[in-house]
Protein backbone atom coordinates (compact mmCIF):
# COMPACT_ATOMS: atom_id res chain seq x y z
CA UNK A 1 0.00 0.00 0.00
CA UNK A 2 1.18 3.89 -0.19
CA UNK A 3 1.11 6.22 2.62
CA UNK A 4 -0.02 9.75 2.34
CA UNK A 5 2.74 10.88 1.18
CA UNK A 6 2.57 8.60 -1.46
CA UNK A 7 5.87 6.42 -0.34
CA UNK A 8 5.32 2.45 -0.62
CA UNK A 9 4.64 1.36 3.10
CA UNK A 10 5.18 -2.23 4.01
CA UNK A 11 2.67 -4.89 4.66
CA UNK A 12 1.87 -5.88 7.82
CA UNK A 13 4.44 -8.71 8.78
CA UNK A 14 3.10 -12.21 7.33
CA UNK A 15 4.90 -15.28 6.17
CA UNK A 16 3.65 -15.80 2.78
CA UNK A 17 6.52 -16.70 0.90
CA UNK A 18 5.41 -20.29 0.65
CA UNK A 19 1.68 -19.59 0.00
CA UNK A 20 0.17 -21.22 -2.66
CA UNK A 21 -2.62 -19.09 -4.54
CA UNK A 22 -5.83 -20.07 -6.26
CA UNK A 23 -8.47 -18.37 -8.52
CA UNK A 24 -12.27 -17.53 -8.45
CA UNK A 25 -14.40 -20.44 -8.84
CA UNK A 26 -12.58 -22.61 -5.54
CA UNK A 27 -12.48 -19.74 -3.63
CA UNK A 28 -16.03 -19.35 -4.32
CA UNK A 29 -16.88 -22.78 -3.97
CA UNK A 30 -14.79 -22.57 -0.16
CA UNK A 31 -16.67 -19.22 0.87
CA UNK A 32 -19.96 -20.40 -0.10
CA UNK A 33 -19.51 -23.42 1.34
CA UNK A 34 -18.33 -21.52 4.83
CA UNK A 35 -21.39 -19.44 4.81
CA UNK A 36 -24.21 -21.74 3.56
CA UNK A 37 -23.07 -25.31 2.62
CA UNK A 38 -26.69 -25.69 0.87
CA UNK A 39 -30.38 -25.27 2.58
CA UNK A 40 -29.63 -26.94 5.63
CA UNK A 41 -29.97 -26.56 9.36
CA UNK A 42 -32.15 -23.36 9.57
CA UNK A 43 -35.46 -25.20 8.62
CA UNK A 44 -36.75 -24.56 12.25
CA UNK A 45 -37.21 -20.78 11.36
CA UNK A 46 -40.27 -21.30 9.88
CA UNK A 47 -42.05 -23.35 12.71
CA UNK A 48 -40.71 -20.61 15.07
CA UNK A 49 -41.42 -17.33 13.17
CA UNK A 50 -43.85 -18.47 10.71
CA UNK A 51 -43.89 -19.01 7.07
CA UNK A 52 -44.11 -14.59 6.57
CA UNK A 53 -41.71 -13.93 8.90
CA UNK A 54 -39.50 -16.26 8.19
CA UNK A 55 -39.42 -15.54 4.84
CA UNK A 56 -38.72 -11.33 4.84
CA UNK A 57 -35.83 -12.37 7.56
CA UNK A 58 -34.22 -14.54 4.87
CA UNK A 59 -34.47 -12.16 2.34
CA UNK A 60 -33.91 -9.07 3.99
CA UNK A 61 -31.48 -9.57 6.52
CA UNK A 62 -28.57 -9.59 4.52
CA UNK A 63 -28.75 -5.74 3.73
CA UNK A 64 -28.80 -4.80 7.38
CA UNK A 65 -26.06 -7.64 8.37
CA UNK A 66 -24.00 -9.65 5.60
CA UNK A 67 -23.85 -6.72 2.98
CA UNK A 68 -22.63 -4.16 5.49
CA UNK A 69 -20.04 -6.48 6.77
CA UNK A 70 -19.00 -7.57 2.90
CA UNK A 71 -18.77 -3.66 2.16
CA UNK A 72 -16.39 -3.13 5.31
CA UNK A 73 -14.19 -5.81 4.31
CA UNK A 74 -13.88 -5.16 0.31
CA UNK A 75 -12.62 -1.49 1.39
CA UNK A 76 -10.50 -2.69 4.11
CA UNK A 77 -8.99 -5.37 1.91
CA UNK A 78 -8.60 -2.79 -1.09
CA UNK A 79 -6.17 -0.65 1.65
CA UNK A 80 -4.38 -4.16 3.59
CA UNK A 81 -4.68 -7.21 1.22
CA UNK A 82 -2.94 -9.08 4.03
CA UNK A 83 -3.31 -12.95 5.35
CA UNK A 84 -5.22 -12.68 7.96
CA UNK A 85 -7.26 -9.99 7.32
CA UNK A 86 -9.78 -9.08 9.60
CA UNK A 87 -7.71 -9.67 12.21
CA UNK A 88 -4.92 -7.77 10.85
CA UNK A 89 -7.42 -4.92 10.57
CA UNK A 90 -8.33 -4.64 13.84
CA UNK A 91 -4.90 -4.65 14.22
CA UNK A 92 -4.02 -1.92 12.21
CA UNK A 93 -6.54 0.56 13.20
CA UNK A 94 -6.96 -0.39 17.56
CA UNK A 95 -3.45 -1.68 18.05
CA UNK A 96 -2.01 -4.62 19.38
CA UNK A 97 -4.65 -5.78 22.31
CA UNK A 98 -7.98 -5.42 19.90
CA UNK A 99 -5.90 -7.34 17.23
CA UNK A 100 -5.38 -10.29 19.58
CA UNK A 101 -8.88 -10.17 21.08
CA UNK A 102 -10.35 -9.86 17.47
CA UNK A 103 -8.01 -13.32 16.49
CA UNK A 104 -8.93 -14.95 19.66
CA UNK A 105 -12.24 -14.99 19.81
CA UNK A 106 -12.55 -16.28 16.34
CA UNK A 107 -10.46 -19.05 16.46
CA UNK A 108 -11.55 -20.16 19.97
CA UNK A 109 -15.46 -19.60 19.08
CA UNK A 110 -15.27 -21.82 16.10
CA UNK A 111 -13.64 -25.32 18.27
CA UNK A 112 -17.15 -25.13 19.41
CA UNK A 113 -18.74 -24.90 15.75
CA UNK A 114 -16.65 -27.37 13.86
CA UNK A 115 -16.48 -30.25 16.50
CA UNK A 116 -20.42 -29.88 15.66
CA UNK A 117 -20.00 -30.63 12.13
CA UNK A 118 -18.70 -34.02 12.35
CA UNK A 119 -21.30 -34.67 14.79
CA UNK A 120 -23.59 -34.02 12.45
CA UNK A 121 -22.63 -36.06 9.56
CA UNK A 122 -22.58 -39.29 12.05
CA UNK A 123 -26.11 -38.18 12.88
CA UNK A 124 -27.44 -38.26 9.20
CA UNK A 125 -25.24 -41.08 8.54
CA UNK A 126 -27.24 -42.57 11.49
CA UNK A 127 -30.30 -42.74 9.97
CA UNK A 128 -29.25 -45.74 8.11
CA UNK A 129 -27.20 -47.11 10.32
CA UNK A 130 -29.26 -46.91 13.67
CA UNK A 131 -25.88 -48.73 15.58
CA UNK A 132 -23.88 -45.44 15.02
CA UNK A 133 -24.20 -44.57 19.08
CA UNK A 134 -21.69 -43.77 21.59
CA UNK A 135 -17.99 -44.43 20.76
CA UNK A 136 -18.42 -45.56 17.26
CA UNK A 137 -20.12 -41.84 16.83
CA UNK A 138 -17.44 -40.05 18.36
CA UNK A 139 -14.90 -42.39 16.68
CA UNK A 140 -16.41 -41.32 13.23
CA UNK A 141 -17.07 -37.69 13.73
CA UNK A 142 -13.26 -37.79 14.41
CA UNK A 143 -12.75 -39.55 11.23
CA UNK A 144 -14.61 -37.23 9.66
CA UNK A 145 -13.14 -33.92 11.34
CA UNK A 146 -9.25 -35.83 10.49
CA UNK A 147 -9.71 -36.63 6.92
CA UNK A 148 -11.06 -32.98 6.50
CA UNK A 149 -7.88 -31.55 8.02
CA UNK A 150 -5.59 -33.85 6.40
CA UNK A 151 -7.07 -32.23 2.83
CA UNK A 152 -6.77 -28.94 3.96
CA UNK A 153 -2.81 -29.32 5.21
CA UNK A 154 -2.57 -31.29 1.74
CA UNK A 155 -2.86 -27.69 0.18
CA UNK A 156 -5.23 -24.94 -0.67
CA UNK A 157 -5.43 -26.22 -4.11
CA UNK A 158 -7.07 -29.47 -3.05
CA UNK A 159 -9.33 -27.68 -0.37
CA UNK A 160 -10.78 -25.89 -2.88
CA UNK A 161 -11.46 -28.59 -5.99
CA UNK A 162 -12.48 -30.66 -3.64
CA UNK A 163 -15.33 -27.37 -2.31
CA UNK A 164 -16.33 -27.33 -6.25
CA UNK A 165 -17.06 -30.80 -5.97
CA UNK A 166 -19.31 -30.88 -3.07
CA UNK A 167 -20.85 -27.67 -4.25
CA UNK A 168 -21.67 -29.33 -7.42
CA UNK A 169 -23.11 -32.40 -5.36
CA UNK A 170 -24.84 -30.59 -3.43
CA UNK A 171 -26.56 -28.49 -6.01
CA UNK A 172 -28.00 -31.32 -7.84
CA UNK A 173 -30.92 -32.59 -5.53
CA UNK A 174 -31.77 -28.97 -4.81
CA UNK A 175 -32.18 -27.75 -8.39
CA UNK A 176 -34.40 -31.23 -8.71
CA UNK A 177 -36.67 -30.41 -5.60
CA UNK A 178 -36.77 -26.91 -6.80
CA UNK A 179 -38.17 -28.42 -10.39
CA UNK A 180 -40.57 -31.36 -9.07
CA UNK A 181 -42.21 -28.18 -6.50
CA UNK A 182 -43.05 -26.41 -9.43
CA UNK A 183 -45.46 -28.35 -10.75
CA UNK A 184 -47.26 -28.85 -7.16
CA UNK A 185 -48.08 -25.72 -6.08
CA UNK A 186 -51.25 -25.47 -3.41
CA UNK A 187 -50.43 -23.22 -0.90
CA UNK A 188 -49.57 -19.90 -0.47
CA UNK A 189 -45.88 -19.93 1.19
CA UNK A 190 -46.19 -16.92 2.91
CA UNK A 191 -49.40 -17.66 5.44
CA UNK A 192 -49.54 -17.32 8.19
CA UNK A 193 -47.04 -14.52 8.39
CA UNK A 194 -46.61 -15.44 12.13
CA UNK A 195 -47.49 -18.43 14.07
CA UNK A 196 -50.99 -17.51 15.66
CA UNK A 197 -51.47 -17.27 19.06
CA UNK A 198 -47.70 -16.60 19.79
CA UNK A 199 -46.18 -12.78 21.14
CA UNK A 200 -45.04 -11.05 18.32
CA UNK A 201 -41.37 -9.86 20.18
CA UNK A 202 -40.61 -13.97 20.94
CA UNK A 203 -40.94 -15.46 17.39
CA UNK A 204 -39.34 -11.76 16.07
CA UNK A 205 -36.21 -12.54 18.20
CA UNK A 206 -35.81 -16.23 17.14
CA UNK A 207 -36.45 -15.18 13.86
CA UNK A 208 -33.52 -13.09 13.80
CA UNK A 209 -30.77 -14.47 15.40
CA UNK A 210 -31.52 -17.58 13.16
CA UNK A 211 -31.38 -15.29 10.16
CA UNK A 212 -27.91 -13.92 11.44
CA UNK A 213 -26.30 -17.26 11.81
CA UNK A 214 -27.17 -17.97 8.58
CA UNK A 215 -25.62 -14.71 7.13
CA UNK A 216 -22.73 -14.32 9.65
CA UNK A 217 -19.10 -15.06 9.22
CA UNK A 218 -18.53 -12.49 5.95
CA UNK A 219 -15.48 -10.96 6.96
CA UNK A 220 -13.64 -14.62 6.95
CA UNK A 221 -13.25 -14.21 3.52
CA UNK A 222 -10.10 -12.29 4.06
CA UNK A 223 -8.06 -14.50 6.53
CA UNK A 224 -6.34 -16.20 3.50
CA UNK A 225 -6.02 -13.42 1.34
CA UNK A 226 -2.45 -14.45 0.49
CA UNK A 227 -3.75 -17.61 -0.76
CA UNK A 228 -5.82 -15.30 -3.86
CA UNK A 229 -4.70 -14.84 -7.11
CA UNK A 230 -5.38 -11.01 -7.85
CA UNK A 231 -7.02 -10.39 -4.14
CA UNK A 232 -8.21 -6.80 -4.15
CA UNK A 233 -10.32 -8.00 -7.16
CA UNK A 234 -11.08 -11.93 -6.60
CA UNK A 235 -11.93 -10.36 -2.89
CA UNK A 236 -15.05 -8.11 -4.65
CA UNK A 237 -15.87 -10.36 -6.79
CA UNK A 238 -16.66 -13.46 -4.69
CA UNK A 239 -18.48 -11.10 -2.04
CA UNK A 240 -20.54 -9.87 -5.05
CA UNK A 241 -21.57 -13.71 -5.99
CA UNK A 242 -21.97 -15.40 -2.72
CA UNK A 243 -25.04 -13.47 -0.96
CA UNK A 244 -27.09 -13.54 -4.03
CA UNK A 245 -26.04 -17.53 -4.03
CA UNK A 246 -27.22 -17.46 -0.18
CA UNK A 247 -30.13 -15.67 -0.67
CA UNK A 248 -31.31 -17.94 -3.13
CA UNK A 249 -29.90 -21.01 -1.50
CA UNK A 250 -32.16 -20.19 1.87
CA UNK A 251 -35.42 -18.77 -0.04
CA UNK A 252 -36.16 -20.64 -2.79
CA UNK A 253 -36.35 -24.64 -2.40
CA UNK A 254 -38.20 -24.06 0.40
CA UNK A 255 -40.31 -21.37 -0.25
CA UNK A 256 -41.38 -23.64 -2.99
CA UNK A 257 -41.51 -26.53 -0.75
CA UNK A 258 -43.93 -24.99 1.60
CA UNK A 259 -46.25 -23.91 -1.41
CA UNK A 260 -46.34 -27.72 -2.25
CA UNK A 261 -46.85 -28.93 1.55
CA UNK A 262 -48.12 -26.16 3.65
CA UNK A 263 -47.16 -27.74 6.75
CA UNK A 264 -45.06 -25.45 8.37
CA UNK A 265 -45.70 -26.52 11.81
CA UNK A 266 -44.03 -29.24 11.42
CA UNK A 267 -40.50 -27.77 10.02
CA UNK A 268 -37.83 -28.38 11.98
CA UNK A 269 -34.20 -28.55 11.80
CA UNK A 270 -32.92 -30.50 8.79
CA UNK A 271 -36.58 -31.49 7.64
CA UNK A 272 -35.55 -30.46 4.17
CA UNK A 273 -35.11 -33.91 3.47
CA UNK A 274 -38.71 -34.88 4.86
CA UNK A 275 -40.03 -32.29 2.60
CA UNK A 276 -37.97 -34.11 -0.63
CA UNK A 277 -39.10 -37.16 0.11
CA UNK A 278 -42.98 -36.03 0.50
CA UNK A 279 -42.89 -34.21 -2.38
CA UNK A 280 -40.50 -36.44 -4.96
CA UNK A 281 -40.19 -39.97 -3.38
CA UNK A 282 -37.96 -41.89 -1.64
CA UNK A 283 -34.98 -41.48 -3.99
CA UNK A 284 -35.22 -37.47 -3.70
CA UNK A 285 -35.34 -37.93 -0.34
CA UNK A 286 -32.31 -40.27 -0.13
CA UNK A 287 -30.55 -37.28 -2.64
CA UNK A 288 -31.02 -34.71 -0.15
CA UNK A 289 -29.71 -36.72 2.91
CA UNK A 290 -26.53 -37.27 0.96
CA UNK A 291 -26.97 -33.51 -0.40
CA UNK A 292 -27.05 -32.56 3.60
CA UNK A 293 -23.81 -34.72 4.64
CA UNK A 294 -22.33 -33.21 1.76
CA UNK A 295 -23.27 -29.65 2.50
CA UNK A 296 -21.86 -30.21 6.15
CA UNK A 297 -18.65 -31.96 4.66
CA UNK A 298 -18.47 -28.23 2.87
CA UNK A 299 -18.93 -26.14 5.96
CA UNK A 300 -16.54 -28.32 8.04
CA UNK A 301 -13.99 -28.35 5.08
CA UNK A 302 -14.14 -24.12 4.71
CA UNK A 303 -14.36 -23.75 8.71
CA UNK A 304 -11.14 -25.64 8.99
CA UNK A 305 -9.49 -23.32 5.97
CA UNK A 306 -10.37 -20.07 7.43
CA UNK A 307 -10.12 -20.08 11.01
CA UNK A 308 -6.54 -22.14 11.05
CA UNK A 309 -5.35 -19.15 8.95
CA UNK A 310 -5.72 -16.67 11.79
CA UNK A 311 -3.83 -18.70 14.79
CA UNK A 312 -1.06 -18.84 12.18
CA UNK A 313 -0.96 -15.20 10.76
CA UNK A 314 -1.05 -14.47 14.70
CA UNK A 315 1.57 -16.88 15.60
CA UNK A 316 3.93 -14.92 12.77
CA UNK A 317 2.81 -11.83 14.05
CA UNK A 318 4.37 -12.76 17.94
CA UNK A 319 1.00 -13.42 19.55
CA UNK A 320 1.13 -16.54 19.51
CA UNK A 321 4.18 -19.30 19.65
CA UNK A 322 6.09 -18.79 16.64
CA UNK A 323 6.02 -22.83 16.05
CA UNK A 324 2.11 -22.44 15.88
CA UNK A 325 2.76 -20.38 12.38
CA UNK A 326 4.96 -22.13 10.44
CA UNK A 327 4.06 -22.94 6.27
CA UNK A 328 4.80 -26.03 4.90
CA UNK A 329 7.51 -26.11 2.55
CA UNK A 330 5.72 -28.21 -0.17
CA UNK A 331 1.97 -27.76 0.94
CA UNK A 332 2.21 -24.17 1.64
CA UNK A 333 -0.62 -24.71 4.43
CA UNK A 334 -0.27 -23.78 8.12
CA UNK A 335 -0.71 -27.64 9.72
CA UNK A 336 0.55 -27.04 12.88
CA UNK A 337 -2.62 -24.67 13.03
CA UNK A 338 -4.55 -27.30 11.47
CA UNK A 339 -3.52 -30.28 13.23
CA UNK A 340 -3.67 -28.21 16.81
CA UNK A 341 -7.05 -27.32 15.68
CA UNK A 342 -8.42 -30.76 14.53
CA UNK A 343 -7.55 -32.28 17.96
CA UNK A 344 -9.50 -29.51 19.71
CA UNK A 345 -12.37 -30.53 17.26
CA UNK A 346 -11.85 -33.82 18.19
CA UNK A 347 -12.07 -33.91 21.70
CA UNK A 348 -15.04 -31.28 21.84
CA UNK A 349 -17.07 -33.97 19.52
CA UNK A 350 -17.03 -36.43 22.58
CA UNK A 351 -19.13 -33.93 24.55
CA UNK A 352 -22.85 -32.81 23.71
CA UNK A 353 -21.49 -29.46 22.52
CA UNK A 354 -25.10 -28.34 20.60
CA UNK A 355 -26.71 -25.98 23.44
CA UNK A 356 -23.17 -24.46 23.53
CA UNK A 357 -22.59 -23.66 20.14
CA UNK A 358 -25.01 -20.51 20.55
CA UNK A 359 -22.28 -19.61 22.38
CA UNK A 360 -20.15 -18.97 19.37
CA UNK A 361 -22.29 -16.22 17.40
CA UNK A 362 -21.32 -14.01 20.06
CA UNK A 363 -17.40 -14.24 19.33
CA UNK A 364 -18.95 -13.76 15.72
CA UNK A 365 -20.80 -10.86 16.41
CA UNK A 366 -17.50 -9.12 18.33
CA UNK A 367 -15.16 -9.86 15.91
CA UNK A 368 -17.66 -8.71 12.89
CA UNK A 369 -18.59 -5.46 15.29
CA UNK A 370 -14.56 -5.20 15.32
CA UNK A 371 -14.28 -5.29 11.40
CA UNK A 372 -16.96 -2.59 10.80
CA UNK A 373 -15.29 -0.33 12.98
CA UNK A 374 -12.13 -0.91 11.77
CA UNK A 375 -13.32 0.14 8.32
CA UNK A 376 -14.73 3.61 10.37
CA UNK A 377 -11.45 4.12 12.19
CA UNK A 378 -9.01 3.23 8.65
CA UNK A 379 -11.00 6.16 7.24
CA UNK A 380 -9.33 8.54 9.87
CA UNK A 381 -6.28 7.03 10.18
CA UNK A 382 -5.42 6.99 6.63
CA UNK A 383 -7.96 8.88 5.13
CA UNK A 384 -5.94 9.87 1.78
CA UNK A 385 -5.08 6.36 1.04
CA UNK A 386 -5.62 4.85 -2.23
CA UNK A 387 -8.53 2.65 -2.23
CA UNK A 388 -9.78 0.20 -4.83
CA UNK A 389 -12.78 -0.48 -3.31
CA UNK A 390 -14.83 2.38 -1.55
CA UNK A 391 -17.84 2.00 0.56
CA UNK A 392 -20.43 4.66 -1.31
CA UNK A 393 -22.14 6.99 0.05
CA UNK A 394 -19.60 9.14 2.56
CA UNK A 395 -20.49 9.37 5.54
CA UNK A 396 -23.59 7.98 5.57
CA UNK A 397 -22.20 4.80 3.77
CA UNK A 398 -20.31 4.60 6.77
CA UNK A 399 -23.23 4.73 9.69
CA UNK A 400 -25.13 2.12 7.23
CA UNK A 401 -22.28 -0.52 7.67
CA UNK A 402 -22.23 0.33 11.57
CA UNK A 403 -25.70 0.97 12.76
CA UNK A 404 -28.08 -1.29 11.35
CA UNK A 405 -25.72 -4.43 12.08
CA UNK A 406 -24.97 -2.95 15.74
CA UNK A 407 -28.97 -3.16 16.52
CA UNK A 408 -28.99 -6.42 15.21
CA UNK A 409 -26.51 -7.68 17.21
CA UNK A 410 -27.93 -5.91 20.60
CA UNK A 411 -31.35 -7.86 19.45
CA UNK A 412 -29.61 -10.81 19.41
CA UNK A 413 -27.55 -10.80 22.59
CA UNK A 414 -30.82 -9.47 24.34
CA UNK A 415 -32.79 -12.45 23.21
CA UNK A 416 -29.82 -15.11 23.95
CA UNK A 417 -31.00 -17.89 25.96
CA UNK A 418 -29.98 -18.38 29.67
CA UNK A 419 -26.99 -20.66 29.18
CA UNK A 420 -25.65 -18.33 26.61
CA UNK A 421 -25.91 -15.24 28.81
CA UNK A 422 -24.20 -17.37 31.47
CA UNK A 423 -20.93 -18.73 29.58
CA UNK A 424 -20.59 -16.45 26.19
CA UNK A 425 -18.96 -13.50 28.53
CA UNK A 426 -16.69 -15.93 30.13
CA UNK A 427 -15.32 -16.75 26.67
CA UNK A 428 -15.13 -13.11 25.42
CA UNK A 429 -13.61 -12.94 28.60
CA UNK A 430 -10.63 -15.45 27.54
CA UNK A 431 -9.46 -13.13 25.32
CA UNK A 432 -8.32 -10.52 27.54
CA UNK A 433 -7.04 -12.85 29.84
CA UNK A 434 -4.59 -15.07 27.59
CA UNK A 435 -3.34 -11.73 26.12
CA UNK A 436 -2.02 -11.02 29.60
CA UNK A 437 -0.47 -13.94 30.08
CA UNK A 438 1.41 -14.21 26.87
CA UNK A 439 2.66 -11.04 26.71
CA UNK A 440 3.09 -10.56 30.58
CA UNK A 441 3.34 -14.08 31.52
CA UNK A 442 6.06 -15.32 28.67
CA UNK A 443 6.77 -12.39 27.53
CA UNK A 444 5.75 -12.60 24.13
CA UNK A 445 5.91 -9.55 22.18
CA UNK A 446 4.09 -8.73 18.77
CA UNK A 447 5.93 -7.74 15.85
CA UNK A 448 5.93 -4.26 15.46
CA UNK A 449 3.28 -2.23 12.94
CA UNK A 450 4.48 -0.55 9.83
CA UNK A 451 5.37 2.79 10.82
CA UNK A 452 2.76 4.14 8.21
CA UNK A 453 0.09 2.32 10.20
CA UNK A 454 1.01 3.10 13.61
Known sequence: ?????????????????????????????????YTAGGPFGYEGIFHDSGPGMAIVFLAFVPFFWSIPISLASAELNSILPVQ??????????????????????????????????????????????????????WAGACLVLC????????????????????????????????????????????????????????????????????????EQLSSMTGEMKNPQKTFVRILAWNTPMNILTYILPTTLALAVLGNWQEWRTDYIVTASRLIGGPLLGAAMLIAAMIGTLSLSNSTILYTTRIPATMAQDGYLPAWLGKIHPRFGTPVRAIALSALVY???????????????????????????????????????????FLIPGGAAGIAYILIFPAILCAVKVYYSEPLVLHWAPLLLASGPIVYAILRWGFHMKPAAEPAALQ
Open 84 to 137: GGFYRWSRAAFGDFWGFQCGWWNWTGTFLLNSLYGVLVMDYLSEYLPWITGNIK
Open 346 to 388: CVLAKYPVEDLVNIYIWTRIATTLLTLLAAWRMRQKLPNAPRS
Open 147 to 218: LLAYLNARGIQLAGWFSVALLVAVFIPVAWLCLVSLFHLHYNPLLPFVPPGQPLGAVFGRGLALAMWNYAGY
Open 1 to 33: MRTESGENAPAIPSDGSHLRQIGFLPLLALFYG
